[in-house]
């Protein structure tokens, strides 16, 4: 890459024709300068010196272009950032305490700002120095000035989305930020009107929302992701309560309204989600309450469960359906817990907290049982992909799929095992004290029973209850051998188990009072139980002769 230099004397014209060319060499984010360091330093100052003149003013979109590319490089980030050089920046972006600052925008305006956000959003992504800085600068409060003048100045989305990326890479770098942000700036009924401009917008315009629109929506529901955490456990005012449940009523519209794009369409659902799982289980109410009509295509038949609307629970069950089906079959689970975890954390409060939602994803995840020819975890159907989680090795998803499939069978241990297999329960079960089968008295309602199909009493008799459906007829191993055959295996399969013991490979256990496994000491305690059993049945056997 040619090297080039300026001075006091470099007219506009060479300084825009030098850096085009150099811009239009770097133009791919991945791409570097390979200057020395020193190099690389001085000319950065230059640059800087010359975006502070006013005579400039011509230059100053290259100019931007050309810091950007510098800023790529963390290390010179780390040693060359400065107040003046982040003030310079947030001037230039119009991020300031002063409202007027991005008031009758051009189009070059426009273009000017987002080069240096987009400045900014490398320089806070990547260096520490200005991450601190930032706590103390005018980068949140003006951010938060600005914020309040998206609608009549009209500003676009483009902008607000650097805004919303910009105090994301913030509050997540530097959590104390967040607080700040929350209580002294009222960030989130500001983000939340934000977010209803953004739908306005589109309503007014009677059109789909664009990818600039569903981009900007995805940065700000990132940003109200930062800000609410810790909320789901949070005590709450009032005021509080009233934000969340208005946020929430968009957040059902943004996952109902209409989105030609595919992809964009599920960043949207994907970000509400992860929004969702900060809030409390009454907040959640307002997802299943009419919808804001005006938002939803003209065509969208209203899901009805009950009294309540279940729209955009079914989009929600879309969504785990498509990032189950998006995992399944990946041996490495590589994002697995990153993908599956959130949509099952907000269904599985749902389900506990609202009963039409957990009795319309019962009927659709775990319809009454017809054919029990195969196992649970085999077939395409969304609950066979959950049944295949219930094992997964992260351990983590496993147990998340259990209690959001446990919640959707009542919490009844019978009928949780009628629809996995005791296999794929017992991790549950075990966890839970419950492999003895209930202890208590269910908190749920009798109502909405899982009636048995006439092909699953025809065949209720045949199931094996641990892989949970009906098995072929199979070969007997020992067909053919003589007892002496059989005597000598099961020897050699006792000395493999004694010997797996020794090396504490596994380890003896039977189940305890509480109904939880325990660890036994020697293995005549298994036989413990039996005998007891054993000696009621003969005093029962005696009984009945008497």
Request: glycine fraction near 4%.
């Amino acid at each position: 890459m040619k090297k080039f230099s300026f001075t006091a004397s470099t007219s506009n014209q060479e300084l825009l024709e030098t850096l085009e060319e150099f811009n239009g060499k770097l133009v791919s984010p991945k791409t570097s300068v390979d200057w020395d360091f020193n190099e690389q330093k001085k000319t950065l100052a230059s640059l800087l010196a010359f975006l502070t003149e006013e005579s400039r003013a011509e230059c100053h979109v290259v100019i931007l272009r050309a810091l950007k590319i510098f800023s790529r490089n963390k290390s010179l980030l780390e040693s060359a950032v400065s107040t003046e050089m982040l003030d310079e920046l947030l001037k230039q972006a119009g991020i300031s305490l002063d409202e007027t600052a991005r008031k009758d925008l051009s189009q070059d305006d426009e273009t000017r700002i987002l080069e240096a956000q987009r400045c900014l959003s490398n320089i806070y992504l990547q260096c520490h120095k200005a991450q601190d800085m930032a706590l103390v600068n005018d980068t949140l409060p003006g951010v938060m000035a600005q914020m309040t003048k998206y609608k009549e100045y009209k500003i676009s989305p483009p902008i607000i989305s650097f805004d919303m990326k910009i105090l994301f890479l913030i509050t997540a770098q530097r959590t104390e930020s967040r607080t700040v942000v929350v209580v002294e700036h009222q960030a989130l009924s500001r983000l939340t009107a934000s977010l209803e401009l953004l739908l306005e917008s589109a309503k007014v315009a009677e059109s789909a929302l664009s990818d600039e629109q569903t981009g900007a929506m995805c940065d700000i529901l990132k940003a109200l992701f930062n800000l609410t955490c810790g909320y789901e456990n949070k005590t709450c005012d009032e005021e509080e309560s009233a934000v969340f449940n208005h946020l929430g009523q968009l957040l059902q519209t943004l996952v109902i309204v209409d989105i030609p794009n595919v992809e964009q369409k599920t960043h949207i659902v994907s970000n509400s989600v992860n929004l969702l799982t900060n809030y409390q289980a009454p907040w959640m109410g307002t997802m299943i309450a009419p919808f804001l009509r005006a938002y939803a295509p003209k065509d969208l038949e209203d899901i009805q469960c009950g009294d309540k609307c279940m729209n955009a629970i079914q989009v929600l069950l879309d969504f785990l359906d498509l990032r189950v089906t998006q995992m399944d079959g990946n041996k490495a689970h590589l994002h697995l817990r990153e993908n599956v975890a959130p949509i099952l954390k907000v269904l599985t409060i749902m389900c506990a907290s609202h009963r039409s939602v957990r009795k319309y994803l019962r009927h659709a995840i775990l319809p009454p049982l017809k054919d029990v020819t195969q196992r649970p975890e085999v077939g395409s159907s969304l609950k066979s992909k959950l049944c295949r989680l219930l094992t997964s090795p992260d351990t983590t998803v496993g147990s998340m799929v259990a209690e959001f499939m446990f919640i959707l069978c009542k919490e009844k241990v019978s009928r949780f095992v009628k629809h996995t297999g005791y296999g794929n329960a017992a991790g549950l079960l075990a966890r839970r004290g419950l492999m003895l089968g209930e202890k208590v008295e269910s908190k749920y309602s009798s109502s909405d029973s899982d009636s048995d199909t006439d092909e699953y009493v025809a065949n209720a008799h045949k199931i094996n209850p641990v892989t949970g459906h009906v098995e072929p007829p199979r070969k007997s191993p020992f067909e053919g051998m003589t007892e002496e055959q059989k005597e000598y295996e099961a020897h050699q399969l006792a000395n493999l188990i004694h010997q797996l013991h020794e090396l504490g490979a596994i380890k003896p256990g039977k189940i305890g009072p509480d109904g939880k496994p325990v660890a036994v000491e020697h293995v005549l305690e298994l036989t413990e139980g039996q005998k007891i059993a054993e000696n009621r049945q003969d005093d029962n056997d005696e009984s009945d002769e008497n």
